[in-house]
């Protein structure tokens, strides 16, 4: 079945780092990719919708210069959480879809830990 | 109102009990619908996707009710291995947009 990978699955780092999470398809071309936040006991957020070549579309409430999304091709997509604080800290989940009918297929998602 | 409402639980039940879940949705155009299945800290994974005749998959079986605009999830003999956050989802007419209910937790008791 279609695969999506994604990039780190974890990561710590200090907070004002900026961090780069990839999400890949990988046997398939995904023309729309969304990102999800999920923080713990909490239902996933959707943060912002992507579709290649074109700029993301954002959720309210989500800062567009704090949570860069970048998807150059039809097999990857980036979340950059630019200077990351503790607030940041949550489980994010990356998610492909192509239009004709069919289901959504996540990446195993990233826990990030801003200290 | 929210678009796709979900009874957050927890439904606690017994092994072997059967329960059943159900969806809302606001919209009556939407076209798809799914049921995925998310562990704790893991990301959510397609259960089954809901046909308009109702579909089934060993103990798990789906319903769409356009009329009433929901859909349901049941689960016969329920085992500890069910235990898990149900997600329904569902995708507008044009296929854009995809809506995330907020979750039904299901615990499975020995």
């Known amino acids: 079945g279609a695969v999506v990978s994604q990039h780190p699955s974890w990561v710590i780092c200090k907070s004002g780092t900026s961090v780069k999470i990839e999400c890949r398809s990988l046997d398939f071309q995904a023309t729309t990719m969304f990102w999800y936040r999920q923080f713990p006991k909490q239902s996933l957020m959707l943060m912002a919708t992507?579709?290649?070549?074109?700029?993301?579309?954002?959720e309210q409430g989500v800062e567009k210069d704090k949570f860069l999304i970048n998807h150059a091709s039809l097999t990857l997509s980036t979340l950059t959480v630019t200077s990351a604080h503790p607030e940041d800290s949550s489980f994010y989940i990356c998610?492909?879809?192509?239009?004709?009918?069919?289901?959504?297929?996540f990446g195993n998602g990233t826990r990030l830990t801003v200290t | 109102r929210k678009e796709v409402e979900q009874d957050p639980g927890p439904f606690n039940v017994p092994e072997g009990a059967t329960v059943a879940f159900n969806c809302t949705y606001s919209n009556s155009a939407s076209q798809s619908f799914f049921w995925y299945r998310q562990d704790c800290r893991k990301e959510p994974k397609l259960l089954m996707s809901?046909?308009?005749s109702g579909n089934e998959d060993g103990r798990f079986t789906a319903q769409l009710n356009r009329a009433s605009q929901y859909i349901s999830l049941l689960i016969r003999d329920s085992k500890l291995s069910d235990s898990a956050t149900y997600l329904c989802v569902v995708k507008d007419n044009a296929g854009n947009m995809l809506t995330f209910g907020g979750g039904t937790r299901l615990m499975v008791k020995p």
């Open positions: 998610s492909a879809y192509t239009p004709v009918n069919s289901p959504l297929h």
């Open positions: 992507s579709n290649e070549g074109s700029k993301a579309t954002y």
């Open positions: 809901v046909y308009s």
